[in-house]
Nanobody, 124 residues
């Protein structure tokens, strides 16, 4: 079964760091796919966080996380990561992984697969 599985979400104090992972279940899903992260807080719309191209050479970030979050990919393990530093209470949300053929498709939520989400809670 082809799926994306996120992990790494937990409760962390403001100013702390956390690394999320998103693993694709098959290489077919992962190779030559752009991969991205979104988040959704209670009562809010889903927000773009970051995207990385299939080659890893192109990355984009949402304005609210620039300079604090870093997206990367490990092709050997069909996995992308989101390193989150200097966390703020407003970063609290469910974080979702999304894949698609291009970075544009991922950024506009028009890709192929979504993960089930992982909860990140930042306490003040």
């Amino acid at each position: 079964q082809e799926q994306l599985v996120e992990s790494g979400g937990e409760v962390v104090q403001a100013g702390g760091s956390l690394r999320l992972s998103c693993a694709a279940s098959t290489r077919r899903m992962f190779s030559h796919s752009a991969m991205g992260w979104f988040r959704q807080a209670p009562g809010k719309e889903r927000e773009f966080v970051a995207v990385i191209s299939w080659s890893g050479t192109i990355v984009f970030y949402g304005d609210s996380v620039k300079g604090r979050f870093t997206v990367s990919r490990d092709d050997a393990h069909n996995t992308i990561y989101l390193q989150m530093n200097a966390l703020k209470p407003e970063d609290t949300a469910v974080y979702y992984c999304h894949s698609g053929r291009t970075t544009d498709m991922v950024q506009t939520q028009q890709g192929d697969y979504w993960g089930q989400g992982t909860q990140v809670t930042v306490s003040s």
